[in-house]
């Protein structure tokens, strides 16, 4: 997940008044008036909140104040940081060797919208990080009260709390408290996704940067279990999730045909919760007839459902066999893959999505 970076790199301590007060001046220069100025003034405080909280991992670790159960856990994230420059060739920064607590559960939470018939998620534009599906906040209260008045104004929306984002490198990115609630490999894995997003980055496709991050954070878990001598995830929680996913996608692909057709509203209305009852439906099936009741995803399925809430499962997942194809090519060099990424990344985003397509398709996959 990227989020906007702004146009510093650091900023002493003793300037901190000046920055909170200058940042949002800087934007409204930039920005040519595209959104309200107290939006992003709460991403600068959000942000330059983080850039104070950092300390060394290092120093946090050989801290004897610090709980035991932080410095043990930190301790063996540096291992998986060294692996993903070492072995998955991703940037070899200061990122994810500090960290940060920040005191609260996710770091930022994002509003995904729609129109009532639609799948495209409503974008926003920013300077440096160009145009993405989402729109973040610092303070949940906050995101709750953007969604409102997007629900008001007739759209789906979805609130989403994300665990990490990356700077894209602009900052020294800190590993968060938010990210170590599920376990070393868990860190791990966001460690891999974040800092495949510094090691390429193309603006506006966000199917394209997610889809090329969670494709490195898979089989970096892979490689990272297998350098330890651990045995391969199980098979069935990993087809579990794929096939959830693709429940969704293919429920995705059905709504967008829908909405292509020249329905009366009340038709058209019918038609999406019959198709959201579907999905449901299918889902069941599938869990008690293939995965022995397991009820991972209950949750999420059972929870009200719109169009907002399937989209990011088109950008963190639309483009990960394509991927899988395109390492694959490359005999599983790093290099030689984000190579041939970065390639993609510079065509055309019709020619891009078009050559992903080819990737994706079974012959691709050969």
């Not at 901190?16 to 107290?38: A, E, H, T, W, Y």
């Amino acid at each position: 997940m990227i989020r906007f970076v702004l146009l510093l790199r650091s900023c002493p301590g003793a300037l901190d008044r000046v920055f909170l007060r200058l940042v949002p001046l800087l934007l409204l220069g930039l920005l040519n008036g595209c959104s309200s100025v107290g939006y992003y003034s709460q991403l600068a405080g959000g942000q330059w909140q983080l850039l104070r909280a950092r300390t060394p991992v290092a120093e946090v670790v050989a801290d004897p104040s610090r709980a035991a159960s932080l410095r043990q856990h930190l301790a063996r994230s540096q291992q998986a940081r060294e692996f993903a420059s070492r072995q998955l060739k991703l940037p070899d920064n200061r990122s994810y060797r500090v960290y940060a607590d920040i005191g609260r559960p996710f770091v930022v939470w994002n509003v995904f919208a729609t129109a009532e018939f639609s799948l495209d998620a409503q974008t926003h534009c920013f300077p440096i990080a160009g145009c993405v599906a989402y729109r973040g906040y610092y303070r949940q209260g906050a995101a709750r009260g953007a969604a409102a008045l997007q629900r008001l104004a007739g759209m789906d929306v979805y609130v989403g709390g994300v665990e990490a984002y990356s700077t894209l490198g602009w900052f020294d990115d800190p590993i968060l408290n938010t990210m170590l609630g599920w376990g070393d490999e868990r860190l791990a894995t966001l460690i891999f996704h974040e800092l495949a997003h510094q090691q390429l980055y193309v603006k506006d496709d966000s199917e394209f940067n997610e889809s090329f991050a969670t494709f490195v954070e898979q089989e970096g878990t892979r490689q990272w279990r297998a350098a330890r001598g651990l045995a391969p995830l199980p098979a069935g929680a990993e087809r579990q999730r794929d096939q959830f996913v693709a429940l969704v996608l293919a429920s995705r692909a059905r709504l967008k045909a829908l909405y292509a057709q020249a329905l009366a509203p009340d038709a058209m209305r019918a038609g999406k919760q019959a198709e959201f009852e579907r999905l449901r439906q299918e889902y069941r099936q599938v869990r008690d007839s293939q995965w022995a009741g397991d009820k991972r995803f209950d949750a999420w399925i059972n929870a009200p459902l719109n169009n907002a809430k399937l989209l990011p499962f088109g950008l963190y997942d639309q483009w990960v066999p394509a991927f899988a194809a395109l390492f694959r090519q490359a005999q599983g060099d790093w290099n030689t893959f984000y190579r041939r990424a970065r390639t993609l990344g510079e065509l055309p985003l019709a020619a891009r999505r078009d050559a992903l397509a080819r990737l994706a398709a079974p012959a691709g996959r050969g």
